[in-house]
Protein backbone atom coordinates (compact mmCIF):
# COMPACT_ATOMS: atom_id res chain seq x y z
CA UNK A 1 0.00 0.00 0.00
CA UNK A 2 3.08 2.52 -0.85
CA UNK A 3 0.74 6.00 -0.49
CA UNK A 4 -1.88 4.14 -1.25
CA UNK A 5 -5.01 6.17 0.60
CA UNK A 6 -7.62 3.88 1.75
CA UNK A 7 -10.90 5.60 0.92
CA UNK A 8 -13.02 3.98 4.30
CA UNK A 9 -16.26 4.39 3.67
CA UNK A 10 -17.02 6.14 7.36
CA UNK A 11 -20.61 5.36 8.61
CA UNK A 12 -21.68 8.74 9.13
CA UNK A 13 -18.97 10.99 7.12
CA UNK A 14 -21.13 14.14 7.85
CA UNK A 15 -20.07 13.87 11.73
CA UNK A 16 -18.77 16.92 13.45
CA UNK A 17 -18.38 17.16 17.32
CA UNK A 18 -18.82 20.41 19.27
CA UNK A 19 -14.73 20.26 19.66
CA UNK A 20 -14.06 19.88 15.85
CA UNK A 21 -16.74 23.01 15.73
CA UNK A 22 -15.09 24.89 17.68
CA UNK A 23 -11.89 24.72 15.87
CA UNK A 24 -13.26 25.25 12.66
CA UNK A 25 -14.86 28.45 13.89
CA UNK A 26 -11.47 29.35 15.29
CA UNK A 27 -10.00 28.48 11.97
CA UNK A 28 -12.66 30.72 10.10
CA UNK A 29 -12.68 33.62 12.20
CA UNK A 30 -9.35 33.88 14.75
CA UNK A 31 -6.39 32.39 12.36
CA UNK A 32 -4.30 33.05 15.15
CA UNK A 33 -6.16 31.19 17.17
CA UNK A 34 -4.03 29.02 20.47
CA UNK A 35 -7.22 26.24 20.90
CA UNK A 36 -7.76 27.45 24.38
CA UNK A 37 -11.35 28.48 24.14
CA UNK A 38 -11.80 24.39 22.77
CA UNK A 39 -9.91 23.30 25.89
CA UNK A 40 -12.19 25.36 28.32
CA UNK A 41 -15.51 24.09 26.07
CA UNK A 42 -14.22 20.67 26.66
CA UNK A 43 -14.52 21.21 30.18
CA UNK A 44 -17.70 22.25 30.32
CA UNK A 45 -18.70 19.87 28.07
CA UNK A 46 -17.01 16.91 29.63
CA UNK A 47 -18.90 18.33 33.33
CA UNK A 48 -22.33 18.37 31.45
CA UNK A 49 -21.90 14.54 30.03
CA UNK A 50 -20.89 13.65 33.72
CA UNK A 51 -23.92 15.49 34.94
CA UNK A 52 -26.28 13.92 31.99
CA UNK A 53 -25.02 10.58 33.20
CA UNK A 54 -26.60 11.28 36.38
CA UNK A 55 -29.83 13.18 35.54
CA UNK A 56 -30.25 9.85 33.41
CA UNK A 57 -30.26 7.74 36.89
CA UNK A 58 -32.19 10.21 38.78
CA UNK A 59 -34.96 8.05 39.99
CA UNK A 60 -32.51 5.92 40.57
CA UNK A 61 -30.83 7.84 43.35
CA UNK A 62 -33.98 7.03 45.69
CA UNK A 63 -32.66 3.73 45.17
CA UNK A 64 -29.42 3.28 45.43
CA UNK A 65 -29.77 5.93 48.19
CA UNK A 66 -30.59 9.50 48.57
CA UNK A 67 -28.98 12.58 48.59
CA UNK A 68 -26.77 12.22 51.91
CA UNK A 69 -26.23 8.56 52.27
CA UNK A 70 -24.29 6.16 50.88
CA UNK A 71 -25.37 4.18 48.10
CA UNK A 72 -25.13 0.44 47.25
CA UNK A 73 -22.08 0.96 45.80
CA UNK A 74 -20.48 2.66 49.04
CA UNK A 75 -20.94 6.41 47.35
CA UNK A 76 -22.02 9.18 48.69
CA UNK A 77 -24.94 10.50 47.24
CA UNK A 78 -25.49 13.99 46.32
CA UNK A 79 -28.23 16.38 45.61
CA UNK A 80 -27.76 16.47 41.45
CA UNK A 81 -27.40 20.12 41.58
CA UNK A 82 -24.33 19.85 43.96
CA UNK A 83 -23.34 17.24 42.53
CA UNK A 84 -23.56 18.99 38.62
CA UNK A 85 -21.83 22.37 40.34
CA UNK A 86 -18.76 20.08 41.62
CA UNK A 87 -18.14 18.96 38.29
CA UNK A 88 -18.19 22.19 36.85
CA UNK A 89 -15.43 23.13 39.36
CA UNK A 90 -13.33 20.24 38.77
CA UNK A 91 -13.25 20.40 35.46
CA UNK A 92 -13.23 23.89 34.79
CA UNK A 93 -10.72 23.88 37.90
CA UNK A 94 -8.14 21.74 36.13
CA UNK A 95 -8.31 24.39 32.62
CA UNK A 96 -5.43 26.81 33.57
CA UNK A 97 -6.81 29.27 31.35
CA UNK A 98 -9.84 29.56 33.70
CA UNK A 99 -9.16 32.31 36.61
CA UNK A 100 -12.50 32.78 38.30
CA UNK A 101 -15.60 30.57 38.20
CA UNK A 102 -19.01 31.86 39.65
CA UNK A 103 -22.58 29.63 40.47
CA UNK A 104 -25.63 29.47 41.40
CA UNK A 105 -24.63 26.96 44.14
CA UNK A 106 -22.13 29.40 45.51
CA UNK A 107 -22.54 32.63 47.53
CA UNK A 108 -19.10 33.62 46.18
CA UNK A 109 -17.02 33.96 43.12
CA UNK A 110 -14.46 31.47 42.86
CA UNK A 111 -10.73 31.57 42.04
CA UNK A 112 -7.95 29.33 41.56
CA UNK A 113 -4.71 28.72 43.31
CA UNK A 114 -1.12 28.99 41.50
CA UNK A 115 -2.68 30.60 38.52
CA UNK A 116 0.16 32.49 38.59
CA UNK A 117 -2.27 35.07 36.32
CA UNK A 118 -2.26 32.64 33.29
CA UNK A 119 -6.42 32.74 33.94
CA UNK A 120 -7.64 34.98 31.21
CA UNK A 121 -11.49 33.39 31.59
CA UNK A 122 -14.45 33.95 33.79
CA UNK A 123 -17.02 31.25 33.74
CA UNK A 124 -20.64 31.63 34.91
CA UNK A 125 -23.14 28.89 35.51
CA UNK A 126 -26.49 27.75 36.64
CA UNK A 127 -24.66 24.19 37.25
CA UNK A 128 -28.87 22.87 37.63
CA UNK A 129 -31.09 25.15 36.48
CA UNK A 130 -35.19 23.97 37.15
CA UNK A 131 -33.57 20.85 39.84
CA UNK A 132 -36.68 21.25 41.46
CA UNK A 133 -38.16 19.14 38.31
CA UNK A 134 -35.87 16.50 38.26
CA UNK A 135 -38.54 14.10 40.37
CA UNK A 136 -41.30 14.50 37.87
CA UNK A 137 -39.01 14.24 35.45
CA UNK A 138 -38.95 17.25 33.62
CA UNK A 139 -36.41 18.49 31.32
CA UNK A 140 -33.93 20.86 33.15
CA UNK A 141 -30.39 22.21 32.20
CA UNK A 142 -27.09 24.05 32.74
CA UNK A 143 -26.48 27.28 31.38
CA UNK A 144 -23.27 29.11 30.82
CA UNK A 145 -21.27 32.46 30.04
CA UNK A 146 -17.70 33.17 29.46
CA UNK A 147 -16.54 36.58 29.60
CA UNK A 148 -13.06 37.85 29.16
CA UNK A 149 -10.60 38.60 32.66
CA UNK A 150 -10.54 42.38 32.71
CA UNK A 151 -7.04 43.50 31.99
CA UNK A 152 -5.19 44.70 34.73
CA UNK A 153 -6.71 42.90 36.82
CA UNK A 154 -5.52 39.96 38.91
CA UNK A 155 -8.26 37.28 39.88
CA UNK A 156 -7.05 37.74 43.68
CA UNK A 157 -7.93 41.77 43.78
CA UNK A 158 -11.36 41.45 43.96
CA UNK A 159 -13.40 38.47 42.25
CA UNK A 160 -16.78 39.80 42.14
CA UNK A 161 -15.58 42.94 40.97
CA UNK A 162 -14.28 40.83 37.38
CA UNK A 163 -16.99 39.19 37.52
CA UNK A 164 -19.84 41.62 37.33
CA UNK A 165 -19.35 42.19 33.57
CA UNK A 166 -22.76 43.23 31.44
CA UNK A 167 -23.50 40.91 29.00
CA UNK A 168 -22.75 42.47 26.26
CA UNK A 169 -19.24 41.44 27.41
CA UNK A 170 -19.75 37.89 26.94
CA UNK A 171 -17.22 36.24 24.78
CA UNK A 172 -19.46 32.89 24.33
CA UNK A 173 -22.65 32.00 26.22
CA UNK A 174 -24.34 27.91 26.21
CA UNK A 175 -26.70 25.67 27.66
CA UNK A 176 -27.37 21.91 27.91
CA UNK A 177 -30.92 21.29 28.04
CA UNK A 178 -31.47 17.30 29.63
CA UNK A 179 -34.45 16.48 27.78
CA UNK A 180 -35.58 13.74 25.88
CA UNK A 181 -32.33 14.16 24.63
CA UNK A 182 -29.25 16.14 25.51
CA UNK A 183 -28.59 18.85 23.55
CA UNK A 184 -26.04 21.60 23.64
CA UNK A 185 -26.26 24.73 22.19
CA UNK A 186 -23.79 27.69 22.04
CA UNK A 187 -23.00 30.91 20.83
CA UNK A 188 -19.62 32.86 20.04
CA UNK A 189 -20.53 35.74 18.79
CA UNK A 190 -20.81 33.81 15.06
CA UNK A 191 -24.43 32.69 14.71
CA UNK A 192 -26.26 29.59 17.08
CA UNK A 193 -25.30 26.33 16.79
CA UNK A 194 -26.93 22.95 18.72
CA UNK A 195 -25.62 19.54 19.29
CA UNK A 196 -27.07 16.65 20.41
CA UNK A 197 -25.23 14.13 22.45
CA UNK A 198 -24.94 10.83 20.90
CA UNK A 199 -24.60 8.00 23.86
CA UNK A 200 -23.40 5.62 21.67
CA UNK A 201 -19.92 7.77 21.06
CA UNK A 202 -20.10 10.18 24.06
CA UNK A 203 -19.98 13.15 21.85
CA UNK A 204 -21.98 16.00 21.57
CA UNK A 205 -22.23 15.87 17.18
CA UNK A 206 -24.05 18.88 15.59
CA UNK A 207 -27.39 18.36 14.81
CA UNK A 208 -28.46 22.34 14.66
CA UNK A 209 -26.13 24.52 12.78
CA UNK A 210 -26.66 28.29 12.38
CA UNK A 211 -30.09 27.94 14.37
CA UNK A 212 -32.18 31.40 13.49
CA UNK A 213 -35.38 32.18 15.78
CA UNK A 214 -38.54 32.58 13.64
CA UNK A 215 -39.80 36.19 12.97
CA UNK A 216 -42.93 34.60 14.88
CA UNK A 217 -43.84 32.21 16.99
CA UNK A 218 -47.29 30.56 17.97
CA UNK A 219 -46.69 30.23 21.60
CA UNK A 220 -46.45 32.08 24.58
CA UNK A 221 -44.73 30.90 28.13
CA UNK A 222 -45.39 32.53 31.33
CA UNK A 223 -46.41 31.27 34.81
CA UNK A 224 -50.15 32.99 34.69
CA UNK A 225 -50.62 31.44 38.14
CA UNK A 226 -49.37 34.95 38.77
CA UNK A 227 -51.78 36.84 36.19
CA UNK A 228 -53.03 39.39 39.05
CA UNK A 229 -49.55 40.08 40.05
CA UNK A 230 -47.80 41.38 36.14
CA UNK A 231 -47.76 44.57 35.95
CA UNK A 232 -51.04 46.08 33.78
CA UNK A 233 -49.07 46.82 30.52
CA UNK A 234 -47.61 43.02 30.52
CA UNK A 235 -51.80 41.63 31.12
CA UNK A 236 -52.65 44.10 28.65
CA UNK A 237 -50.02 42.23 26.12
CA UNK A 238 -51.10 38.99 26.87
CA UNK A 239 -54.25 39.65 26.03
CA UNK A 240 -53.53 40.96 22.84
CA UNK A 241 -51.82 37.69 21.79
CA UNK A 242 -54.54 35.43 23.26
CA UNK A 243 -57.62 37.38 21.59
CA UNK A 244 -55.42 37.21 18.04
CA UNK A 245 -54.25 40.96 17.87
CA UNK A 246 -51.02 39.17 16.02
CA UNK A 247 -53.04 37.72 13.31
CA UNK A 248 -52.76 34.10 14.79
CA UNK A 249 -53.89 32.14 17.57
CA UNK A 250 -51.80 31.39 20.20
CA UNK A 251 -51.03 28.29 22.39
CA UNK A 252 -49.64 28.72 26.12
CA UNK A 253 -46.75 26.45 26.61
CA UNK A 254 -44.51 26.78 30.17
CA UNK A 255 -42.60 23.81 31.36
CA UNK A 256 -41.09 25.77 34.60
CA UNK A 257 -37.66 25.18 33.18
CA UNK A 258 -36.39 27.79 31.22
CA UNK A 259 -33.77 25.99 29.50
CA UNK A 260 -36.76 24.20 27.98
CA UNK A 261 -38.92 26.96 27.95
CA UNK A 262 -36.17 29.09 26.19
CA UNK A 263 -34.64 26.02 23.97
CA UNK A 264 -38.47 25.51 22.09
CA UNK A 265 -38.88 29.43 21.79
CA UNK A 266 -35.42 29.59 20.20
CA UNK A 267 -36.93 26.83 17.70
CA UNK A 268 -40.21 28.22 17.13
CA UNK A 269 -40.78 31.10 17.76
CA UNK A 270 -42.97 32.76 20.02
CA UNK A 271 -42.06 34.55 23.43
CA UNK A 272 -41.30 33.80 27.14
CA UNK A 273 -41.52 35.78 29.93
CA UNK A 274 -41.14 36.10 34.01
CA UNK A 275 -42.58 39.59 34.51
CA UNK A 276 -42.03 40.93 37.79
CA UNK A 277 -44.09 39.28 40.48
CA UNK A 278 -44.65 40.64 44.23
CA UNK A 279 -42.66 37.67 45.37
CA UNK A 280 -39.85 38.87 43.13
CA UNK A 281 -40.01 42.42 42.05
CA UNK A 282 -37.10 42.43 40.28
CA UNK A 283 -38.01 39.42 38.44
CA UNK A 284 -37.44 35.93 39.28
CA UNK A 285 -34.91 34.98 37.04
CA UNK A 286 -30.80 35.41 37.81
CA UNK A 287 -29.38 38.11 35.38
CA UNK A 288 -25.10 36.96 35.20
CA UNK A 289 -26.35 33.13 34.40
CA UNK A 290 -29.59 32.93 33.54
CA UNK A 291 -31.09 35.76 31.52
CA UNK A 292 -27.74 36.86 30.29
CA UNK A 293 -26.71 34.09 27.87
CA UNK A 294 -30.23 33.80 27.22
CA UNK A 295 -30.50 36.56 25.72
CA UNK A 296 -27.09 36.78 23.52
CA UNK A 297 -28.10 33.30 22.09
CA UNK A 298 -31.93 34.97 21.27
CA UNK A 299 -30.10 37.93 19.80
CA UNK A 300 -27.07 35.71 18.05
CA UNK A 301 -30.18 33.81 16.22
CA UNK A 302 -32.22 36.98 15.93
CA UNK A 303 -34.33 37.30 18.44
CA UNK A 304 -34.48 39.47 21.15
CA UNK A 305 -34.26 39.62 25.02
CA UNK A 306 -35.07 42.66 27.53
CA UNK A 307 -35.88 43.22 30.99
CA UNK A 308 -39.09 44.54 30.27
CA UNK A 309 -37.67 48.12 29.57
CA UNK A 310 -33.95 47.38 27.95
CA UNK A 311 -32.16 45.06 26.22
CA UNK A 312 -30.66 42.41 28.93
CA UNK A 313 -27.43 42.99 28.03
CA UNK A 314 -27.24 45.92 28.63
CA UNK A 315 -27.47 45.83 32.27
CA UNK A 316 -24.45 46.90 34.51
CA UNK A 317 -24.87 43.68 37.79
CA UNK A 318 -24.24 45.25 40.97
CA UNK A 319 -24.20 41.17 42.40
CA UNK A 320 -23.35 38.09 41.17
CA UNK A 321 -26.92 36.96 42.25
CA UNK A 322 -28.73 39.85 40.94
CA UNK A 323 -32.35 38.82 39.40
CA UNK A 324 -34.23 40.18 36.34
CA UNK A 325 -37.57 39.94 34.62
CA UNK A 326 -36.85 38.54 31.41
CA UNK A 327 -38.75 39.06 28.16
CA UNK A 328 -37.39 37.19 25.11
CA UNK A 329 -38.25 36.14 21.83
CA UNK A 330 -39.63 36.42 18.24
CA UNK A 331 -39.25 39.51 16.16
CA UNK A 332 -43.36 40.00 16.05
CA UNK A 333 -44.00 38.88 19.38
CA UNK A 334 -41.33 41.69 21.59
CA UNK A 335 -41.96 44.83 18.79
CA UNK A 336 -46.08 44.30 20.29
CA UNK A 337 -44.51 43.74 23.63
CA UNK A 338 -42.38 47.36 23.31
CA UNK A 339 -45.09 48.79 22.07
CA UNK A 340 -47.53 47.85 25.01
CA UNK A 341 -44.86 47.94 27.33
CA UNK A 342 -44.10 51.41 25.95
CA UNK A 343 -40.12 49.77 25.60
CA UNK A 344 -37.64 52.53 23.77
CA UNK A 345 -36.92 51.11 20.03
CA UNK A 346 -34.02 51.50 20.42
CA UNK A 347 -33.78 48.83 23.06
CA UNK A 348 -34.83 46.48 19.85
CA UNK A 349 -30.94 46.80 18.74
CA UNK A 350 -29.81 43.34 18.65
CA UNK A 351 -26.57 41.61 19.31
CA UNK A 352 -25.74 40.52 15.41
CA UNK A 353 -22.92 43.27 15.48
CA UNK A 354 -21.18 41.96 18.69
CA UNK A 355 -17.78 42.07 18.71
CA UNK A 356 -17.23 38.09 19.34
CA UNK A 357 -14.47 36.02 21.11
CA UNK A 358 -10.84 36.29 19.74
CA UNK A 359 -9.89 32.75 20.74
P1 LIG B 1 -41.94 29.55 38.55
C1 LIG B 1 -36.61 27.07 37.85
O1 LIG B 1 -36.78 27.02 39.26
C2 LIG B 1 -36.50 28.52 37.44
O2 LIG B 1 -35.40 29.13 38.04
C3 LIG B 1 -36.43 28.63 35.93
O3 LIG B 1 -35.78 27.54 35.35
C4 LIG B 1 -37.89 28.71 35.51
O4 LIG B 1 -38.08 29.42 34.30
C5 LIG B 1 -38.52 29.46 36.70
O5 LIG B 1 -37.70 29.21 37.83
C6 LIG B 1 -39.92 28.95 36.98
O6 LIG B 1 -40.41 29.76 38.05
O7 LIG B 1 -42.15 30.67 39.54
O8 LIG B 1 -42.82 29.71 37.31
O9 LIG B 1 -42.01 28.17 39.13
Redo the contacts with the bound molecule.
Sequence with gaps: MNGTVLNRQMENPTIVTIQQHILQQQRKHSPHATGSFSWLLSGITLATKMTEARVRRAGLLDVLGAAGEVNVQGENQQKLDVYADEALIHCLGVRENVAIIASEENEHAITFDGRDGHGEYIVVFDPL??S?NIDVNVSVGTIFSILRMPKGLSPDDDPTAAVLQPGTRQLAAGYVVYGSSTIMVYTTGHGVHGFTLDPAIGAFVLSHENIRMPEQGSYYSS?DAYWEEFPRSYRDYLTHLRSGGMGRRYALRYI????A?FHRTLLRGGVFL?PPTHKNPEG??RLLY?ANPVAFIAEQAGGYALDGTRRVVEIEPKDIHQRTSLVVGSESEISAFQKFCHVDPDSLATGNGRSSLEF
Design positions: DGSNGSLVDYKLE
